[in-house]
């Protein structure tokens, strides 16, 4: 059974940095996407990034580009998504997030996953 269990989560101040992990179990890791994503209170999930089996293709939703970096180390079986000049907007749970199938190489939206973590808080004050 897949596992993802997210970590890193904490309370910064706006402008900060902070790396998030997921550490996923249950399959060959190195076989799959892998995607991050976030929900603010009262706001829809929104997609934050997500990257290829190899590491070769990354992409990143608008309100991050430019900030955020996803990485991966197959190795570890581990997705890291590095969050720099964190901004109060950037308040939400984040959430690692892997698919069912591997016949992908990335995934843009909730729909191209079937697997979640249980999310980590990320609080950013200005």
């Known amino acids: 059974q897949v596992q993802l269990v997210e970590s890193g989560g904490s309370l910064v101040q706006a402008g900060d940095s902070l790396r998030l992990s997921c550490a996923a179990s249950?399959?060959?890791?190195?076989?799959?996407?892998m995607g991050w994503f976030r929900q603010a209170p009262g706001k829809e999930r929104e997609f934050v990034a997500t990257i290829s089996q190899k590491g070769d293709s990354t992409y990143y939703g608008d309100s991050v580009k430019g900030r955020f970096t996803i990485s991966r180390d197959n190795a570890e079986n581990t997705v890291y998504l590095q969050m720099n000049s964190l901004k109060p907007e950037d308040t939400a749970v984040y959430y690692c997030?892997?698919?069912?199938?591997?016949?992908?190489?990335?995934?843009?939206?909730?729909?191209?996953?079937?697997?979640w973590g249980q999310g980590t808080q990320v609080t950013v004050s200005s």
């Open positions: 997030a892997a698919p069912k199938y591997r016949y992908r190489t990335v995934g843009l939206i909730g729909a191209d996953y079937d697997y």
């Open positions: 249950g399959r060959t890791f190195a076989l799959y996407f």
